[in-house]
């Protein structure tokens, strides 16, 4: 199975800092890596897919990049609606995997 | 609008059984692979299984084979999840979704609520 490995594991902003996640694959997935974000008690929501595709309806400050093994999601401004945690997952192969995720929390 | 929504969960004893349920609604559920993924208390989400569309192919994790079925009733448009032999481990909330794909991209961009299963004596 593919290793993913977040980081941090959580970290703690202000609103309107500048915020990036990494994810790390155990092996190279090419461009196939989704980020969601989870709310307390809420199913996960697809935020980006495809390593940069911003899913419909999700806000420009969310963005995605990265290939092969190492990718990140950033957010540009962070804004009270986004303390949250953040996961990533592979779709290259079966199983689909997830990372642990990191908790975005308010400074 | 696209709605999955899960039933059946509930506590349950180890070595014991549920079948948890989603009801899809909003698009044409036989089009679409479907996926059971679930989350433990404090974890990252964990495929459990998904099956195809016209032939209804099953695949599962190693954790759960053996043990689990997946199923559909495209009539009905409802998922299905038989669980057998529960262990404490397979406590989660359990979550249906939908996998998009296009451009070789596969995601999956509709969850339903999620239902709790907790295997404790």
């Known amino acids: ?107 | 609008e696209v709605e999955l929504v899960e039933s059946g969960g509930g506590l349950v004893q180890p070595g014991g059984s549920l079948r948890l349920s989603c009801a899809a609604s909003g698009f044409s559920f036989s089009d679409y692979v479907m996926y059971w993924v679930r989350q433990a208390p404090g974890k990252g989400p964990e495929y459990v299984a998904l099956i195809g569309t016209a032939t209804g192919s099953a695949y599962y994790a190693d954790s759960v084979k053996g043990r689990f079925i997946i199923s559909r009733d495209n009539s009905k448009n409802t998922l299905f999840l038989e669980m057998g032999n529960l262990r404490t481990e397979d406590t989660a909330v359990y979550f249906c979704a939908r996998e998009m794909h296009g451009s070789g991209r596969r995601y999956f961009d509709y969850w339903g609520q999620g239902t709790l299963v907790t295997v404790s004596s």
């Open chain 1, 1 to 107: 199975d593919i290793q993913m490995t977040q980081s941090p594991s959580s970290l703690s902003a202000y609103v309107g800092d500048r915020v990036t996640i990494t994810c790390r694959t155990s092996q190279t997935i090419d461009i196939y890596l989704n980020w969601y974000q989870q709310k307390s008690g809420r199913a996960p929501k697809l935020l980006i897919y495809g390593t940069s595709t911003l899913q419909s309806g999700v806000p420009s400050r969310f963005s995605g990049g990265g290939s092969g093994t190492d990718f990140t999601l950033t957010i540009s401004s962070l804004q009270p609606e986004d303390f949250a945690t953040y996961y990533c997952q592979q779709s290259y192969t079966a199983p689909k995997t997830f990372g642990q995720g990191t908790k975005v929390e308010m400074k």
